[in-house]
């Protein structure tokens, strides 16, 4: 079963406005990373927040993590057409202090940005 | 580029036979990571190995099996291959082993799209 489950499922905005994409998860993380992916290609890493923070930028990009609720978001700004993409969540379990790097990834939210 | 790199890139083959995919990681990464990427089961991690020795297994099926060899390129074997086998191969690599809370993002090759008739 996925360990994130992002919402919503497809987003379709206009180029210049603001896209926000949320996962939310199961277990108790040690961190939690947004990777991208273009049509038939591999996984891009955007951004890795760790368990201890809050709010995390990376130019246009911004993500928030909310432990308690199990949820973090990642908001995209002024959106371009090149960013149409799926955006995916992934988080590495904190079992017993070691996760071996097993990323388990949502389903993905699939954005498109219109010109 | 991420510097991974997944050979062939399309792979079409029969019900029942066996293939080989092959995965170059990242020059200085010594972490490689198999996942499985089809349209009902999403991306689905299948194993990982850390400089030769198998460190996490995931969904695996027993008609797979992988392995990491000295040079660090991995192979992952797919065998007695079934309809349901058809789906997009990745392979990903990282500098940690992950012990430490997987904290280093994968890199991801282009995968391997196997069609499986």
């Known amino acids: 079963s996925q360990q994130g489950e992002e919402d919503p499922q497809a987003l379709s905005i206009q180029e210049g406005e603001n896209a926000t994409m949320n996962c939310s998860y199961k277990?108790?993380?040690?961190?939690l990373q947004w990777y991208r992916q273009n049509s038939g290609r591999g996984l891009v890493h955007l951004i890795l927040?760790?368990?201890?923070?809050r709010e995390k930028h990376s130019g246009r990009l911004r993500v928030t993590l909310d432990t308690s609720k199990k949820s973090s978001s990642l908001l995209i700004t002024a959106s371009r057409a090149a960013d149409t993409a799926s955006y995916f969540c992934?988080?590495?379990?904190?079992?017993?202090?070691?996760?071996?790097?097993?990323?388990?990834f949502g389903q993905g939210t699939i954005l498109t940005v219109h010109p | 580029d991420s510097g991974v790199t997944q050979t062939p890139k399309h792979l079409i083959t029969a019900t029942g036979q066996r293939v080989t995919l092959r995965c170059s990681p990242r020059?200085?990464?010594?972490?490689v990571y198999w996942y499985q990427q089809s349209l009902d089961q999403g991306l689905q991690f299948l194993i990982q190995?850390?400089?030769?020795?198998?460190?996490a297994k995931g969904n695996i099926l027993e008609r797979f099996s992988a392995q990491q060899f000295p040079d660090l390129h991995s192979e992952l074997n797919l065998s007695s291959l079934e309809l349901g086998d058809s789906a997009l191969y990745f392979c990903?690599?990282?500098?940690?082993?992950?012990?430490?809370?997987?904290?280093?993002?994968?890199?991801f090759g282009n995968g391997t799209r196997l069609t499986v008739t």
């Open positions: 990903a690599s990282s500098v940690s082993p992950g012990g430490t809370g997987g904290n280093s993002p994968l890199h």
């Open positions: 992934a988080t590495a379990a904190n079992a017993g202090g070691t996760s071996y790097g097993k990323l388990t």
């Open positions: 020059s200085g990464d010594l972490s």
């Open positions: 277990t108790s993380i040690n961190n």
């Open positions: 190995y850390y400089n030769g020795e198998e460190r």
């Open positions: 927040i760790r368990s201890n923070e």
